[in-house]
């Protein structure tokens, strides 16, 4: 079936694709865009003439998925603990603290269809606060995002982040590790938000909250601050993305080692999405992690881990399995 774009972001469905650019000034302008910021190329900004609670009658559209076997990932299990193990040596080194190391899956799907089916399994099998599709493929934009992350949300002059870092299958198994992750990247995040706002307005109001999710739970923490008068969304971006959460810390060396060890890009994955309203003033856009997206013949999935020193690389590989688990088997569902 061949819909025209469409989007559901923030629990509303847009239609009649009016606009896009790359240029982020575009906020300024009058409507509601959604942002889509891949972690590799292009920002992309999407003006739609409609927006709806409900969704409308002609977006229908079945999922076959691939069968669950047919995933290939971009490092296999070998792969991504010898990843793991030469992220510790360059902590060692004391060239990182704290570095993300994503992998891929993927697998070939049916280009006459859409990802919308694959989005209405996500959204009944693994709710989530930031469940997003854009489908846009005319643009090269077709994603389903499942997130429980926020990259930045803004209310006027108040800018907030909440970062997760920290993964188990249960509160109990959480480990001391895994606190002193999310404060790295707390940390991390703090000096983000004091490029752009105020002095002395950069607060931490939640810190290592633990939050459930299907199949899993995350420590949680928020960072806020308020913005300095007349920051353009420009310079939000330049002081905070891609986000520092899966990346790492330092910012700057996380991204050196992530190129070094990983073997598929990230393209969507690790980017954000949401949407970004009245002249800029008020957006909410998520990590876009937990999602998939299709590139040509090809859907696929990212999945990764938070590499400190204390890591077992056996263990990230197994957390890397945990997040990915429940979204692949919805994916492949009745497709043994």
């Not at 006027?156 to 480990?175: N, R, W």
């Not at 995040?189 to 706002?197: E, P």
């Not at 859907?299 to 945990?322: N, Y």
Request: charged share 25%.
């Amino acid at each position: 079936m061949s819909l025209p774009p469409f989007a559901c972001v923030g629990g509303l469905w847009a239609s009649g694709l009016a606009a896009v650019s790359h240029d982020p000034s575009v906020l300024k302008e009058p409507g509601r865009w959604i942002a889509v910021l891949p972690y590799q190329g292009d920002q992309v900004y999407l003006l739609f003439s409609h927006w709806q609670s409900a969704r409308p009658e002609w977006v229908r559209d079945e999922w076959r998925g691939p069968t669950r076997t047919s995933w290939r990932s971009s490092l296999n299990a070998d792969g991504y603990r010898d990843a793991v193990e030469r992220t510790r040596e360059a902590i060692a080194r004391g060239d990182v603290y704290q570095a993300n190391i994503c992998r891929v899956l993927s697998s070939k799907s049916d280009t006459r269809q859409s990802l919308l089916g694959l989005f209405d399994r996500v959204v009944t099998g693994n709710p989530a606060p930031y469940a997003a599709i854009v489908h846009a493929p005319e643009i090269g934009i077709e994603i389903v995002c499942a997130s429980p992350e926020l990259f930045l949300r803004r209310d006027g002059q108040y800018l907030v982040s909440g970062p997760i870092k920290g993964t188990a299958t249960t509160e109990s198994d959480l480990l001391d590790k895994d606190s002193a992750e999310n404060i790295m990247i707390v940390d991390l995040v703090r000096n983000d938000l004091s490029q752009v706002c105020l002095t002395g307005s950069v607060e931490v109001p939640r810190l290592l909250e633990v939050e459930e999710h299907p199949g899993l739970v995350h420590l949680v923490s928020q960072v806020s601050g308020e913005l300095e008068p007349g920051t353009s969304w420009a310079e939000i971006l330049a002081a905070t993305f891609p986000p520092g959460s899966v990346t790492g810390a330092p910012k700057s060396a996380a991204l050196r080692i992530i190129s070094e060890h990983e073997t598929s890009p990230r393209d969507l994955y690790c980017g954000a999405l949401g949407w970004i309203e009245h002249g800029g003033e008020q957006a909410e856009l998520a990590v876009t992690i937990r999602t998939f997206w299709r590139d040509g013949a090809i859907v696929k999935f990212g999945t990764g881990a938070g590499i400190t020193w204390e890591s077992d690389a056996h263990a990230e590989w197994l957390e890397t399995e945990l997040k990915a688990r429940r979204l692949i088997d919805l994916a492949s569902e009745g497709n043994e």
